[in-house]
């Protein structure tokens, strides 16, 4: 008995040790996760005054950024990470918040990829089903809040419903216009700074000169120049060359300006003092350049960040997530929007909706969690997620990031106000997501294909598309009705000729068609009495 409760005694007290050494490798994680924020804002600041911004011109085109976010989200396999990376990006104003959201929207559907897991043939429908009722509320809250972004923005000049509704939150938190940031310091960056500043210090004085950018060179008559200079424009001078400023020449009398001071060699000074500065001042990254040093921060930096990310849901994952198990069984017998909140708080725990949704997934697989119970937890899921782009934008501490992951909570949120409350647009989702699992069971490559076609294919093709129109308008138009009557022909052969029924035939549909509508939940919410047949929604 003596031995048996030492043993129990000592396998507690290792059980204790794990735990803490767990813990402290997720704070460790955490620390590495902001400073990688921290390290990528420097080096994109560094690189973004040499004029490598321009890399990101792209974004100005929203169905290219929404593409770019697909494609960099399934890369990475992390919106986490992506929205993270985009916060960072629009902290160091290489992207403006507009330019952004659809990035964002990208990053929803990249997230969504998964593998349902094979067993029989009713498994693998089932499991699929799950594993996709995700990606049908991504890409139906895409398709729905996309357009609807795009046509206010091209009305308003400024942004859309989610830029004017997140723009309004943040001017509420950081009071006045918006524009500038958030009054006080944020901790987690005087914590990491130190650490950063081993790496790359920037010269923030160099930056913001350059920021301004060239004076324009104005004519003032015969062999006459002059240059317009703004007050703020004066003062980030002066702080980057003081000696030289003092050398630059006022103009005459008879000339002048309508604003600021006028000068007749500016251009000179700013070739000569401002270009040539340096925006790395401090670091081992200083003697590779601005630009190189840039570059080699910014892959450091996402290494880092995605490796830290990694490492800390793995081990959030392992502490909590054997409880979070016995909860989410617990949510399957909840009402909706209570396992919303399950689905929520389990992911602001384990920071990665993956984890979630891949823990679901099994369930659906084996029927202990109808599609239709496992749809509101990864809506809650899609929330807690953004929990990470909202702690990124803290550890930044400016407008912009404060705005866009307040857009990445507004997406989901909004998105699920429209697909989720009124059970006609639920089944929407649901039935799609069915509709794949029941394809997926007679043809075992559905899955295969589906991932390599919608999260590889389509967006590529939308992408070269989409940069196709900055080449050329003529060539983009050419492509888009190409594409469109592709598109439009598979839907009449698949609708019209019967394809449907080539790849199922009518008596294996018939077959699956009651297990199918149970598999909607049509016995758990209000439906018609006269329901469709199944085919028809395939």
């Not at 402290?24 to 804002?41: A, E, K, P």
């Not at 916060?87 to 160091?92: N, S, T, W």
Request: with cysteine; glycine share 10%; charged share 15%.
């Amino acid at each position: 008995m003596a031995e048996a409760a030492e043993a129990k005694e000592q396998s507690a007290g290792e059980f204790a040790v794990f735990v803490t050494l767990k813990i402290l490798g997720v704070l460790i994680s955490l620390y590495f996760f902001l400073f990688g924020l921290d390290l990528m804002g420097g080096s994109f600041s560094a690189l973004g005054s040499k004029g490598a911004g321009n890399l990101f011109t792209f974004s100005d085109n929203p169905i290219a950024g929404l593409m770019v976010g697909i494609l960099a989200t399934v890369l990475v396999q992390s919106s986490s990470t992506s929205t993270s990376i985009v916060v960072g990006l629009v902290g160091a104003d290489v992207l403006a918040v507009k330019q952004a959201i659809p990035i964002i929207m990208g990053a929803n559907i990249g997230t969504s990829v998964s593998m349902a897991h094979a067993g029989d043939r009713i498994e693998l429908e089932r499991a699929f089903s799950g594993a996709t009722v995700h990606d049908m509320f991504n890409m139906l809250s895409v398709l729905t809040l996309l357009p609807l972004e795009i046509i206010i923005a091209a009305l308003s000049g400024e942004g859309g419903l989610l830029f004017f509704i997140s723009k309004g939150l943040t001017n509420a938190i950081i009071g006045g216009g918006g524009e500038s940031d958030l009054r006080f310091p944020s901790p987690t960056k005087e914590i990491v700074s130190p650490f950063t500043k081993l790496f790359l210090s920037k010269d923030k004085n160099t930056i913001k000169a350059l920021s301004f950018g060239a004076p324009e060179a104005l004519s003032c008559g015969t062999d006459c120049t002059k240059y317009c200079v703004s007050s703020d424009m004066s003062k980030a001078w002066k702080k980057v060359a003081k000696e030289a400023y003092e050398t630059l020449i006022a103009c005459n009398g008879t000339v002048s300006c309508d604003s600021g001071s006028c000068y007749t060699n500016a251009g000179e000074y700013f070739e000569n003092s401002i270009e040539t500065g340096r925006t790395i001042k401090g670091g081992f990254l200083k003697d590779a350049g601005d630009v190189a040093g840039g570059i080699i921060g910014l892959i450091l930096s996402l290494v880092v960040l995605c490796g830290a990310l990694i490492v800390m849901v793995k081990l959030l994952h392992s502490l909590v997530m054997g409880q979070a198990k016995k909860v989410i069984m617990k949510g399957t017998k909840m009402n909706d929007y209570l396992a919303i909140l399950v689905g929520l708080g389990i992911t602001i725990i384990v920071q990665s909706s993956s984890v979630t949704t891949s823990a679901l997934t099994p369930l659906v697989g084996i029927g202990v969690l109808p599609v239709y119970k496992m749809l509101p937890m990864t809506l809650g899921a899609n929330i807690g997620t953004t929990f990470t782009s909202m702690f990124a934008a803290l550890a930044v501490m400016k407008a912009g990031s404060l705005q866009i992951a307040f857009c990445h909570l507004l997406f989901n949120l909004i998105g699920i106000l429209i697909w989720f409350p009124v059970p006609v647009m639920r089944k929407v989702v649901i039935r799609a997501a069915c509709t794949l699992g029941f394809y997926a069971s007679y043809w075992r490559l559905v899955p295969l294909i589906y991932i390599l076609v919608m999260f590889v294919t389509v967006p590529g093709v939308c992408l070269l598309i989409s940069l196709l129109y900055s080449a050329s308008v003529a060539g983009g138009v050419v492509v888009t009705i190409l594409a469109v009557a592709a598109v439009a022909g598979l839907v009449y052969w698949w609708v019209r000729l019967g394809g449907c029924y080539k790849v199922v035939s009518q008596e294996e549909r018939d077959a699956r068609k009651a297990e199918i509508e149970e598999e909607m939940g049509e016995t758990g919410v209000a439906e018609p009495k006269e329901e469709p047949q199944a085919e028809s929604t395939v």
